[in-house]
Nanobody
Framework: QVQLVESGGGLVEPGGSLRLSCAASGFVFRSYAMGWYRQAPGKELELVAI???????EYADSIKGRFTFSRDNAKNMVYLQMNSLKSEDTAVYYC????????WGKGTLVTVSS
């Protein structure tokens, strides 16, 4: 059974940091591109960061220099280190796996507010 389970969301003040984690199971993790997407209230789903199976990473312009994507193929884990958080980063963050199939986690809520 395929599972993507996100954790690490919560309430943080502007300028703060959070680290999201995604635990993957049930598929050949190392063969899949892994990504983080987010959906803010009233807005469409948008790509935040994606890491290919080959090791390259791409980021949305809105978070470049503030967020860092990483993956651990030995542990089947994906991370998103988020620094210098802004109110506009408030969203539900989803873990995504893309390969022979596409899988989604259920999401974790990040709220940036004072």
């Amino acid at each position: 059974q395929v599972q993507l389970v996100e954790s690490g969301g919560g309430l943080v003040e502007p300028g703060g940091s959070l680290r999201l984690s995604c635990a993957a199971s049930g598929f050949v993790f190392r063969s899949y591109a892994m990504g983080w997407y987010r959906q803010a209230p009233g807005k469409e789903l948008e790509l935040v960061a994606i890491g290919s199976s080959g090791g390259s990473t791409e980021y949305a312009d809105s978070i470049k220099g503030r967020f860092t994507f990483s993956r651990d193929n030995a542990k089947n884990m994906v991370y998103l280190q988020m620094n210098s958080l802004k109110s506009e980063d408030t969203a539900v963050y989803y873990c995504n796996a893309r390969g022979s199939f596409i899988y989604w986690g259920k999401g974790t809520l990040v709220t940036v507010s004072s």
